[in-house]
């Protein structure tokens, strides 16, 4: 069973809200540093808070399309209004395109522009691994906080580019989870663990970390050893493994939203600072 990990935020409560290519180098461009905030001092980033109609994610990764316009990326269940048991993005149901959506360390809210979930029913997609893991929407950020942007995961570095290839059983794997159930702990927030093996043809990826992703963690981004970026943080596996992630393959969710949008070049921004993996 797998359960989505968005976070549901009423007063006073933290309620659960759910969710589970070709050559990657048609999907990245090179990190041009003087257009970005200093990653020290940037207040938006990979690993921010997002909030869609009061439901908790943490953003992956920044992107850009061909005009330059600048968006960060979250999980597409971050909109989801079915509840806690719906991960199939092909009959669950999502808020609208257009939707704002509040981001940390942002002065105005941003505009979700893209959603492989309607994406999906759009196009009356049938196959069940895509119906099951492609998860990813688009943030488009006001322009008056792009000059606050940077693109570096923070602790961690990179990414350092898009991992096209997958993961094999026991690779290494780094991801960023900003939860506010860890009471702004930041120490707990990078993480690191290994490969269970892909699934669903290569759409998702089951990973263990410690700790693993929780309520709030959702459309988090994870790397592979080398600082790529490989995937989104989608659902929590109940079985076979308990606490184990499964992250949907980023390189086939650009992919696809290369065909299924009307947004034209959109690829993952590396950051400025190396990978390094560190945790602290």
Not at 57 to 65: G, I, K, L, P, S
Not at 132 to 160: C, E, F, H, Q, R
Request: one cysteine or more.
């Amino acid at each position: 069973m797998h359960i989505k990990l968005a976070s549901a935020l009423a007063v006073g409560t933290v309620a659960l809200a759910l969710a589970s290519a070709p050559a990657a180098d048609a999907r990245t461009r090179t990190a041009q540093a003087a257009a970005w905030a200093p990653a020290a001092t940037a207040t938006i980033h990979p690993g921010v808070m997002t909030y869609t109609d009061g439901g908790q994610c943490t953003a992956n990764f920044v992107y850009q399309d061909g005009t330059g316009t600048t968006y960060l990326g979250q999980a597409a269940h971050c909109s989801g209004t079915d509840g806690n048991t719906a991960t199939d993005g092909c009959t669950s149901h999502s808020l609208p395109l257009g939707t704002p959506v509040e981001v940390d360390g942002a002065s105005r809210p941003g505009t979700m522009v893209y959603n492989s979930w309607l994406a999906m029913q759009a196009g009356g997609e049938k196959n069940a691994d895509t119906c099951a893991y492609n998860d990813l929407a688009l943030i488009k950020l006001d322009p008056a906080d792009v000059a606050n942007v940077n693109p570096s995961v923070p602790t961690m570095g990179g990414p350092s580019g898009l991992n096209g290839s997958g993961l094999a059983l026991g690779d290494q794997v780094f991801t960023y989870g900003n939860s506010s159930l860890r009471l702004g702990i930041s120490a707990l927030s990078p993480k690191t663990g290994y490969s269970l093996g892909d699934d669903g043809n290569g759409w998702s990826h089951a990973v263990y970390t410690v700790t693993p992703g929780i309520p709030g963690d959702s459309g988090s981004g994870l790397m592979d050893d080398q600082g790529r970026a490989t995937g989104v943080l989608s659902t929590v596996a109940i079985a076979p493994i308990p606490a184990s992630n499964n992250f949907g393959d980023l390189a086939k969710e650009l992919s696809y939203l290369s065909t299924h949008s009307s947004l034209a070049g959109v690829h993952l921004v590396p950051g400025t600072e190396p990978f390094t993996g560190s945790l602290i």
